[in-house]
């Protein structure tokens, strides 16, 4: 089949471009190279999904571009069967720095994605939506009739967008899904995150540090079951017009992940703590069923394992991870 990964030379995206292109498939991706971090881990996303097609036998083309740029789009999803649409200004605080930006990326971006995808007759566009769009928790967990009330400009982009992909579902019939994503991590995730600087920090001898009081929960997702879920629906159709919660098994609070880092990498390492940052949700939980009854979803690690895994991915990818990330 034929796949457009935008965002694909990204931490979420890079992976749905390997794991499509393994798959013998025709992957083209699109994306601007923000340098919200250091480019090297997207040089490195571009490297293996161009390994992974070779292969194969399938087909990876990058293209450096902006999905705000409408003719780019149109011509790119000519004959696309698939749209993964990861393209935007990840980042919380990011959005709090810059609302107009994220605004363009994130919004503008999706409307565009939608119009050549609506123009072009794609079969199908999946959303990379994201836990932000609820805000404000009223109960937890949230499952996705929860109330939206999101609490930074990000949480707003992200919430616009996936209104106007149920909305070109309703009135033009474009087969649309939405994840929210959960705290996703993994090997070559993002540096700016929690887990990339908790377990950077402590393998360079250095105690991890948490933003505010460390009582802020999360679901952690693992790459694999977010990899998993999207690859479910190039063939299944059961939640197209749909929104789901893509979350894992357990709920943590962020000392008590720094702890289950520290201990795994250098038990005697003390925790740091610092201001807590602006527009953070303070919990996210989710509740999963609503994916699971629709395309079978479930998890497959829970948080220790997960970062266990992560963590022997560091050492392995370290001279060249560690870098990028302390740069970042
Ligand atoms: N990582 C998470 O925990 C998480 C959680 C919820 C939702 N999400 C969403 O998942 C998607 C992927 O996130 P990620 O963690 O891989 O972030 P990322 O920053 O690693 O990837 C996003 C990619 O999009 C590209 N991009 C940004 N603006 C663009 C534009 N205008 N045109 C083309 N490309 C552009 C960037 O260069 C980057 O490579 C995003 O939409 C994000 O909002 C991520």
Redesign the pocket.
């Known amino acids: 089949m034929e796949i457009l990964v935008?965002?694909?030379?990204?931490?979420?995206?890079?992976h749905l471009a390997e794991s499509f292109a393994r798959d013998g498939h025709h992957v083209t991706v699109?994306?601007?190279?923000?340098p919200?971090?250091d480019l090297g881990i997207?040089k490195h996303n571009v490297e293996t999904s161009r390994e992974a097609a070779a292969e194969s036998g399938g087909a990876y083309d990058f293209v450096e571009?902006?999905?705000?740029n409408a003719d780019l789009l149109k011509n790119l999803t000519e004959t696309v069967d698939a749209i993964y649409?990861?393209?935007?200004?990840?980042?919380v605080r990011k959005s709090v720095e810059e609302p107009a930006k994220v605004n363009?990326?994130?919004v503008t971006?999706t409307m565009t994605v939608l119009e050549a995808a609506r123009k072009n007759d794609v079969d199908r566009v999946v959303y990379?939506?994201?836990?932000?769009v609820y805000g404000k928790p009223q109960y937890l967990p949230y499952d996705e009739d929860h109330p939206n009330e999101p609490v930074s400009p990000?949480g707003v982009s992200?919430l616009s967008s996936e209104h106007y992909m149920r909305v070109y579902n309703e009135v033009y019939g474009l087969p649309t899904v939405s994840l929210?994503?959960?705290?996703?991590?993994g090997p070559r995730?993002?540096p700016n995150?929690a887990i990339s600087n908790f377990v950077s920090r402590c393998m360079r001898g250095e105690p991890p540090q948490i933003y505010g009081d460390g009582k802020q929960t999360r679901d952690f997702?693992y790459i694999d079951d977010v990899v998993d879920a999207n690859r479910q629906l190039l063939h299944d159709d059961n939640a197209d017009g749909e929104i789901m919660n893509i979350g894992s098994t357990d709920n943590i609070d962020i000392l008590t992940l720094a702890e289950v880092v520290r201990d795994e990498i250098d038990p005697d390492l003390d925790i740091e703590f610092t201001d807590a940052r602006e527009g953070d949700a303070e919990h996210t939980h989710a509740d999963i069923s609503k994916a699971n009854e629709l395309i079978g979803y479930e998890p497959s690690r829970d948080i220790r394992q997960g970062v266990r895994e992560f963590i022997e991915w560091y050492e392995a990818n370290r001279d060249w991870y560690e870098p990028l990330v302390v740069n970042s």
Do not use: C, P, W
């Open positions: 935008t965002g694909g030379t990204g931490f979420i995206g890079g699109v994306d601007n190279l923000e919200y971090y997207k571009g902006t999905v705000t649409h990861q393209a935007a200004q990840a980042g363009e990326y994130n971006g990379a939506s994201s836990s932000s990000y992200k929210r994503y959960f705290t996703v991590y995730m993002r995150m997702t």
